[in-house]
Structures are given as structure tokens and as C-alpha cells.
């Protein structure tokens, strides 16, 4: 089969069509025929030496795809309702920049009706991280206040929809006049932009003092401080990335004095059983709200995959707001 492989450490152009040999489905596993890949800050990371692969795990970049069941354990496939010829979209551990790509089959979700492959290729790694950090772990309730950190990424722009489908209020930062414009579109309910405005600030304005309940934080080092100064008692900062740095200094006496949670989580290493429950949790209570299209899908870019290199040239240059795919 035809892969994207990362020949080296380094930057784009490092990654380069590859042939293979093809997986075959184990045990609880499924074998899907890829026709879009998602792309996500992860395998940015992979492809400079700064993320690795969990044991077990293919080296070929990509987590999530989208396409058709070609095979699979037959037992475990009709336990989750699926059959040979399903379009389904599936997290993946790694492998998912190739043809073919195996998936356990607790991870896997059919493709929303009347969703193309590409637009089903951009749902499993945001929808399965913002699900269990911002709703698991941050316990975002109707009503509260959610602050995103970076509201033009994958993330951000899933957060922001997911959010408002179930009753919040979204606060985002953006870089740039033009990143806030289309966070608003979106449907946050103001955008800052940080790079003129201090956000701790205009949170506290906009909340009357109160501050926001949680902060979905995909910098950290610095921004943790301000973070812990803009939260409402009992609020919550859930950390899923560190592009701002590794350590972090924050007044431990707030935190005592406001009950403040700080916590985070990383999605790839975790086990099966985990994704799966979340898989379950996001078939019943988000895969309606996607079919009716109230959550529609945000693609920036398809890149053909041979144009991986590009793809993630894209995505290193921040001017993308949502999702870039690669299609087979």
C-alpha cells in the first residue's frame, strides 16, 4: 500500500510517499480502506523527534481517518454494529497517513449521514479530545463560562461548536482581528485577540469580576498564571498541549483561595477501553447533533496525500482556521 513516511527528524520534507505492507486486523480491530486522513498538531510533533510513538504504535504519522470497512474481527464488528462496506471514521493510534489503516473497533464511529469522507476525516481527534478534557475532566456544564485558548485550531473551532451546542458561553483568544472574525462566526460569544488585548482583563469585564469556569489551555508555560487570575471560584484549567512551555509559575494561594483545578491529559498512550467509553459517549450524545448539521464541519484545506509536506507547512504557519486533510 501507498504511505506517507517520516524519513527523518526534521522539518516538512521529511515526509515522503513510501510503500508498505499492508496491516492486517487483529483481535477487536477493523480494517479501513482510508480515503481522507485528518492532520493535527501531533503529528507535527512526531515528525521533529518530540512526540513518540507509544509502544505498539505504526511510526507512520496520522490519527485519525476516514473511509470503508474492508475487514475486520468479525465478532467484535457485529458487537459495535458494523459491516464490511460501513464509511466509518476512526481514531487511531498512529497509521493513519497510509491506504489502509487498522483501528480497534471500540474506536471507530460511522460516518455522520450525509458527511463526505474528508469532513468525517476532521472529527475523531478533536471531537474524542475536546469531549474528555473540556466535558470529562473540565466539567463544562450549560450555563458556565468556557475560555479557549487558541480558538482557530482544530480544536478551538470543534471546542467552540461543541460547547455552545450544549448551553455554554464561549470566550476565545485568537491572533489576529481576521482569527477573531471567524472564531465569532463560529458562534463564540466574544473573541479576543491577544496580541492587543490582555485576555485576563476582558474575561474579567465580561464575566462582571466573576471570571470563567473553565480554560481549555493549549500553551501553558506562562499563560497558566494569568489563567489561575481570570478563573471563577472552583474553576478548572484542563492543559492538552504546551507550545508555550513545560514549566509554569502561578499563585498557589489563589488556587487555595478560589478551590481551583488544574489538571490535563494526553489522548494517544491511553488505552482502548478509555477511547472507547468516549467513542460511546460522543455516538449518543454529538453524532445526532452532527447529523443534523448543528455542528458543521471546518475545513481549511485538502491536500492530496503525497502533499503531506505541504499540508504540515500549512499547519506550522498558523494561517489555517480548522482542519487540514490529506485524501487518497
Not at 481549555?216 to 489563567?227: K, N, S
Request: aromatic share 6%; glycine share 10%.
Amino acid at each position: 500500500m501507498k504511505a506517507i513516511e517520516i524519513t527523518t527528524y526534521g522539518a516538512p520534507e521529511v515526509l515522503q510517499p513510501a510503500e508498505r505492507p499492508e496491516p492486517v486486523a487483529g483481535e477487536g480491530e477493523l480494517l479501513i480502506r482510508v480515503a481522507a486522513s485528518g492532520i493535527n498538531r501531533p503529528d507535527v510533533l512526531q515528525r521533529t523527534g518530540n512526540y513518540p510513538v507509544p509502544p505498539g504504535a505504526s511510526d507512520i504519522p496520522g490519527l485519525e481517518v476516514a473511509g470503508v470497512v474492508v475487514a475486520g474481527d468479525p465478532v467484535a464488528m457485529a458487537e459495535a454494529g458494523f459491516r464490511v462496506g460501513d464509511a466509518v471514521c476512526a481514531l487511531v493510534a498512529g497509521g493513519g497517513y497510509a491506504e489502509l489503516c487498522v483501528a480497534p473497533v471500540g474506536q471507530c464511529l460511522p460516518v455522520p449521514e450525509g458527511w463526505t469522507a474528508v469532513e468525517a476525516a476532521s472529527l475523531p481527534e478533536t471531537f474524542f479530545t475536546v469531549w474528555s478534557n473540556v466535558f470529562d475532566r473540565g466539567r463544562l456544564q450549560a450555563g458556565e463560562t468556557l475560555l479557549i485558548q487558541g480558538g482557530t485550531s482544530g480544536i478551538g473551532v470543534t471546542a467552540i461548536q461543541l460547547a455552545k451546542a450544549r448551553g455554554a458561553r464561549v470566550i476565545v483568544t485568537a491572533g489576529s482581528d481576521d482569527k477573531c472574525a471567524a472564531c465569532l462566526k463560529l458562534g463564540a460569544d466574544h473573541a479576543i485577540n491577544y496580541k492587543t488585548q490582555d485576555f485576563v482583563q476582558v474575561c474579567k469585564e465580561l464575566t462582571n469580576g466573576r471570571g470563567v469556569d473553565v480554560v481549555l489551555d493549549m500553551v501553558a508555560g506562562a499563560y497558566v498564571a494569568r489563567e489561575v487570575e481570570c478563573l471563577a471560584e472552583d474553576g478548572r484549567i484542563v492543559i492538552i498541549a504546551v507550545q508555550g512551555g513545560v514549566k509554569a509559575e502561578f499563585n498557589a494561594g489563589m488556587v487555595l483561595r478560589k478551590r481551583l483545578t488544574i489538571t490535563g491529559s494526553t489522548l494517544r498512550p491511553r488505552p482502548v477501553a478509555f477511547k472507547a467509553a468516549i467513542a460511546r459517549a460522543l455516538r449518543e450524545q454529538v453524532w445526532p447533533v452532527l447529523a443534523r448539521r448543528e455542528i458543521a464541519p471546518i475545513i481549511f484545506a485538502t491536500f492530496p496525500a503525497e502533499q503531506a509536506a505541504q499540508a504540515h507547512a500549512l499547519m506550522e504557519s498558523g494561517q489555517h482556521v480548522g482542519k487540514i486533510v490529506l485524501t487518497w
